[in-house]
């Protein structure tokens, strides 16, 4: 007899629910006293390899009108140096930046000519930061960036600047995939433990490749990396 096919899927999450059966009165006054709309909610991260991320990932855009399109060019050029070199001397890390794409619009709908370029700042996190230095270099990126906007702002030379906020990431999630895959390996062996039978050997059958790393932001100081691994469960032919 052969057993139906069972899903592996990648992750396994495990979902515990605790209720209870009151509350006093003076335990709803405490717990009412600590809700607070100020209060971010806890959210629940996806399980994976909890590692200390390595770098800041900040989005910038600069625009630039004017009457022709060759004159904007340099004008960005030399926007995001000064930028860079902005960042740089403040926050007092290794800073490099990552052009993406720039936008070249000139037409009738215009009286001039309009070019935007964007990118990515990479800023350093250096291990020897703790919680509190990280959360500094972001308060301090995030200065820079609004004064770089008030700067281009208020010269009125038809330079105009916008920033994302810094986002800790990994910069090679890609080095922890062995160490994630043996993750999943370990845990799938210990399910089909638990799960067979000596009747009913079980094996994986049907395996993909799995994708990329995946990585989720939780803080400065933590991110969760994943891999989705899809397999079936099958018993042992004999």
Same mark, same amino acid.
């Given at each position: 007899m052969?057993?139906s096919?069972?899903?592996?899927?990648?992750?396994?999450v495990?979902?515990?629910?605790?209720t209870?059966c009151g509350r006093?009165?003076?335990?709803?006054a405490?717990?009412?006293?600590y809700e607070s709309?100020t209060?971010?909610?806890?959210?629940t991260?996806?399980?994976?390899l909890?590692?200390?991320p390595d770098?800041?990932?900040?989005?910038f855009?600069?625009?630039?009108e004017? *009457?022709a +399109? #060759?004159?904007?060019?340099p004008?960005l050029?030399? &926007?995001?140096?000064r930028? @860079?070199?902005?960042?740089?001397e !403040?926050?007092?890390?290794?800073?490099?930046?990552?052009?993406?794409?720039?936008h070249?619009e000139?037409?009738?709908?215009?009286?001039?000519?309009?070019?935007?370029a964007?990118?990515v700042?990479?800023?350093?996190?250096? *291990?020897? +930061? #703790?919680?509190?230095g990280?959360s500094a270099l972001? &308060?301090?990126?995030v200065r @820079?960036?609004?004064q770089e906007? !008030?700067?281009a702002?208020?010269e009125?030379?038809?330079?105009?600047a916008?920033?994302?906020?810094?986002?800790?990431?990994?910069r090679d999630?890609e080095?922890r995939?062995?160490e994630?895959m043996?993750?999943w390996?370990?845990?799938?062996?210990?399910f089909i433990s638990?799960?067979?039978s000596?009747?009913s050997?079980?094996q994986?059958?049907?395996?993909?490749p799995p994708?990329?790393v995946k990585q989720a932001?939780v803080s400065?100081?933590e991110?969760?990396?994943s891999l989705?691994?899809?397999?079936r469960?099958?018993?042992?032919?004999?």
């Amino acid at each position: 007899m052969k057993f139906s096919h069972l899903v592996f899927p990648g992750c396994v999450v495990l979902v515990c629910l605790w209720t209870s059966c009151g509350r006093s009165s003076v335990s709803s006054a405490v717990a009412s006293s600590y809700e607070s709309d100020t209060v971010p909610a806890h959210e629940t991260v996806e399980e994976g390899l909890k590692v200390r991320p390595d770098v800041l990932l900040l989005s910038f855009a600069f625009r630039q009108e004017t *009457e022709a +399109l #060759d004159q904007a060019v340099p004008k960005l050029k030399a &926007a995001v140096e000064r930028y @860079v070199r902005a960042a740089t001397e !403040a926050s007092k890390v290794e800073v490099t930046v990552k052009m993406k794409d720039v936008h070249l619009e000139s037409g009738r709908k215009m009286a001039g000519s309009d070019a935007m370029a964007h990118g990515v700042l990479e800023v350093a996190l250096p *291990e020897s +930061l #703790d919680f509190w230095g990280r959360s500094a270099l972001v &308060a301090t990126l995030v200065r @820079v960036g609004s004064q770089e906007a !008030a700067a281009a702002e208020k010269e009125n030379t038809g330079l105009r600047a916008s920033f994302g906020f810094p986002v800790a990431q990994v910069r090679d999630p890609e080095a922890r995939r062995d160490e994630l895959m043996k993750r999943w390996v370990d845990r799938a062996r210990g399910f089909i433990s638990q799960a067979q039978s000596e009747r009913s050997p079980l094996q994986l059958v049907g395996c993909e490749p799995p994708g990329a790393v995946k990585q989720a932001t939780v803080s400065v100081d933590e991110v969760v990396l994943s891999l989705a691994v899809s397999c079936r469960l099958d018993t042992v032919a004999k």
